[in-house]
Antibody
Framework: QLQLQESGPGLVKPSETLSLTCSVSGGSITSSSYFWGWIRQPPGKGLEWIAS???????YYNPSLKSRVTISVDTFKNQFSLKLDSVTAADTAVYCC???????????WGQGTLVTVSS | QSALTQPRSVSGSPGQSVTISCTGT?????????VSWYQQHPGKAPKLMIY???KRPSGVPDRFSGSKSGNTASLTISGLQAEDEADYYCCSYAGTYTVVFGGGTKLTVL
């Protein structure tokens, strides 16, 4: 059974870089037909797509976050990562990693990790 | 890329049917047959309920169905059960492997 697990600091200072990793088990991150992505959910609010990564390594970003976001893959470790620069309190959220079927729907999700931006 | 529009809340009694709408534009909902729906219980990760407008993943009850007309997609839940009480989010493909979510709808089973 495919499993995704997010890891990274739970507290980040304003203006610094948020860095998270998603470890994938039970399946290969290089499997064709699947993309991999990050979604976030501020406390009490809705879901926001951040970025996706194809099996070939192509990257796709939410236009509203594109200037601050980098998504990358480590195929040897079967992991993919998210970096979000210059964070503010508005970036406080639960960050989830997920698998995308055909690059357009999220069929497997990690449990999510809360990242708080605060000094 | 603006969020899709969903009603903030809907409600229904056990056994009844409810429909949640999701309105976008020609650039997302109206332009592709790639709308998905997610159920989220408090403190839990979202769960895929419908993809590609009408398709149900294995294990999702056939009480859940999806449809689309123009720029509006809909999720219908028939034979409401207490465990259906949750937040529901729509999501649409918006071209070049980008997607956009709706603001979410809270379903209350009375």
């Amino acid at each position: 059974q495919l499993q995704l697990q997010e890891s990274g600091p739970g507290l980040v200072k304003p203006s610094e870089t948020l860095s998270l990793t998603c470890s994938v088990s039970g399946g290969s991150i290089t499997s064709s037909s699947y993309f991999w992505g990050w979604i976030r959910q501020p406390p009490g609010k809705g879901l926001e797509w951040i970025a996706s990564l194809s099996y070939s390594g192509s990257t796709y970003y939410n236009p509203s976050l594109k200037s601050r976001v980098t998504i990358s893959v480590d195929t040897f470790k079967n992991q993919f990562s998210l970096k979000l620069d210059s964070v503010t309190a508005a970036d406080t959220a639960v960050y989830c990693c997920a698998r995308l079927g055909s690059g357009r729907f999220f069929d497997f999700w990690g449990q999510g990790t809360l990242v708080t931006v605060s000094s | 890329q603006s969020a899709l529009t969903q009603p903030r809340s809907v409600s229904g009694s056990p056994g009844q049917s409810v429909t949640i709408s999701c309105t976008g534009t020609r650039s997302d909902v109206g332009g592709y047959n790639y709308v998905s729906w997610y159920q989220q219980h408090p403190g839990k990760a979202p769960k895929l309920m419908i993809y590609d407008v009408t398709k149900r993943p294995s294990g999702v009850p056939d009480r859940f169905s999806g449809s689309k007309s123009g720029n509006t997609a809909s999720l219908t839940i028939s034979g409401l059960q207490a465990e259906d009480e949750a937040d529901y989010y729509c999501c649409s493909y918006a071209g070049t492997y980008t997607v956009v979510f709706g603001g979410g709808t809270k379903l209350t089973v009375l």
